[in-house]
RNA sequence: GUGGGAGUAGCUCAAUUGGCAGAGCAUCGGAUUGUGAUUCCGAGGGUCGCGGGUUCAACCCCCGUCUCUCACCCCA
């Protein structure tokens, strides 16, 4: 027998019972979103690659190193969607969005894709629900998104204790460019004192220094320049106005200056909501976003202000402590014909019940009750109904409860009505 | 991309100094030829990740390789 290949790397399927918290926390990702307003815009999984070079930015991890990309059959250079903010910006500019509305609330679900090495809540096939709002410059916005989240997050089941909330601004990219200039001058003059993995930062992206694990490095982070700091008076007022509105919302944050994002295209104010709930390692972050003023206009759209956020799936699951087995639907009604004569009689109630929205199973391969009473129970049925030669004869069924054991005799055309009692 | 740990039945894991490959759960059958969830008995199921080496003999030791996993990095 030929050996099937196994999945790819990184990729993994989704199985009951695992799919029920995946389909929990769907269902509770899209109520929470849709009372604030959201749409769901679904946009392709593949995009040209340069809708991520110009909006993820070139020189990210993301772009250098982790993205599938390969050359479509006609030449064309396309990308697996490493994150869902680019395409939602490129399906705003394609609709010219802004002149069917002023103000755009977009979310997604779906699969992203990173070439990265996988560990506990890295995957190389991921699953991100994340929202885009175009349109509202206003920093009530910012803080109105992450409480949004926060009762998202809890509405799921993680408890509220075990959230942290942590934000940041970086300011106008002008002020963040001036900063980083700043921080070069800073860092180069005790450049001997820095780790080689810092050394290289300072040429390519001089703020992940500031997030640097290393003891020494951060011995000379405390006295480097802090970004707040030198962020222009508007742009201070506007991320005070964000921790008003986030207290007035009774959300708990802090503020951690040396929070910086791995994308390019934020500005202004950026979070991350971490969680010490469940199972996560050390990818605890389960969330993360911020504001992109600037890219839907570098993109070629309208000067349009926007934010956004992802939310890791797999990670959230990970959290959640509850096992799988408690989201199981379960079975109304189990059907246990046991002939063929049985179950000629039985699939047409069966069926009557299903396209009527109960959820039933019958075995189709004959047997005796004790066999059909083990697989209801193990299905977790709520009722059973066992069908032999004395309920064909005499039109009469006997449906069991199999919770409490308890048995009640119908004819078959009050079946419907009977199950339905019972399922109350 | 870097560094640790681990790979034995479908799943979770044992196997003494290198000496016949095991248990629980799950699956199937029976005790009970029409009544489960709680019993008892039995059965099937293995290239011990893969390849090489050492040895009379390897699940065990050595080398390589693949996969998973934890951490770094990065990010959701």
């Not at 700043?182 to 997030?211: G, H, M, Q, W």
């Not at 994002?261 to 469940?278: P, S, V």
Request: with cysteine; charged share 25%; aromatic share 8%.
């Amino acid at each position: 027998m030929a050996e099937v290949p196994p999945s790819v790397k990184g990729m993994n399927d989704i199985c009951a019972p695992e799919v029920s918290k995946w389909h929990f926390l769907e269902q509770k990702a899209r109520d929470v979103l849709e009372a604030f307003a959201y749409r769901e815009v679904r946009t392709p999984i593949l995009e040209y690659t340069s809708l991520f070079v110009r909006s993820v930015g070139e020189v990210t991890d993301v772009v250098e190193k982790q993205m599938y990309t390969f050359d479509d059959r006609d030449g064309k250079s396309v990308s697996l969607r490493p994150e869902g903010t680019a395409a939602a910006v490129r399906a705003y500019i394609d609709r010219s969005q802004w002149n069917q509305e002023p103000v755009t609330r977009w979310y997604y679900m779906g699969p992203m894709f990173r070439h990265e090495r996988a560990q506990r809540g890295r995957l190389r096939q991921f699953h991100q629900v994340g929202a885009e709002l175009f349109g509202v410059n206003e920093p009530t916005v910012d803080a109105e998104m992450i409480a949004m989240l926060v009762a998202l997050l809890v509405e799921i089941g993680l408890p509220a204790s075990s959230l942290q909330v942590t934000i940041n601004s970086l300011g106008e990219p002008e002020e963040r460019a001036a900063y980083r200039d700043a921080l070069v001058t800073y860092f180069s003059a005790c450049r001997d004192k820095l780790d080689e993995e810092s050394r290289r930062r300072l040429e390519t992206n001089p703020l992940r220094i500031l997030d640097s694990k290393s003891p020494d490095v951060q011995a000379l982070v405390a006295g480097a320049p802090v970004l707040l700091d030198s962020l222009s008076d508007a742009s201070r007022a506007r991320f005070a106005k964000v921790r008003e509105v986030l207290t007035a919302l009774g959300v708990a944050y802090e503020v951690d200056p040396r929070l910086v994002r791995g994308l390019d295209y934020y500005t202004a104010t950026i979070f991350e909501l971490k969680t010490t709930a469940g199972e996560l390692g050390a990818q605890n972050t389960v969330c993360g976003g911020g504001r992109y003023d600037r890219l839907v206009e570098s993109l070629g759209g309208p000067k349009t202000p926007a934010l956004g956020f992802g939310l890791g799936v797999e990670r959230t699951l990970l959290a959640l402590a509850e096992p799988a087995e408690a989201f199981e639907p379960g079975l109304g009604v189990f059907f246990g014909p046991m002939d063929e004569a049985a179950l000629a009689f039985a699939l047409p109630l069966a069926h009557k019940l299903r396209t009527g929205g109960v959820r039933v199973e019958i075995e189709h391969r004959g047997g005796k009750p004790g066999k059909h009473l083990q697989r209801a129970n193990k299905m977790k049925a709520r009722l059973a109904v066992i069908v032999g030669g004395n309920e064909v004869a005499t039109g009469k069924l006997t449906i069991k409860d199999l919770a409490t054991g308890a048995q009640h005799e119908v004819p078959v055309a009050d079946l419907e009505m009977k199950v339905r009692g019972l399922l109350d």
